[in-house]
């Protein structure tokens, strides 16, 4: 079950992630919102304990990023 966030529009988002290499051939997992709970771009996933969710009040963008 991905996590799902409900934004202050009233907009279900559910969280996904997926592994890139960076240039430098790093390896990094990216978590990104996306509205359909199955992304061809993404695995969906549940919310990391040190990660939190953001919302920007202008559009309801919502971020995921490191506590702090």
């Known amino acids: 079950m991905a996590y799902k966030h409900i934004n202050s529009k009233g907009v279900t988002y559910y969280l996904h992630k ?14 990104f919102f996306a509205k359909v709970e199955k992304n061809e771009k993404g695995v969906p996933t549940d919310l990391p304990v040190d990660r ?17």
């Open 18 to 31: 997926t592994d890139v290499t960076l240039r430098g051939g790093k390896p990094q997992t990216i978590y």
């Open 52 to 68: 939190e969710v953001n919302e920007n009040p202008r559009n309801g963008f919502l971020t995921v990023s490191k506590k702090k």
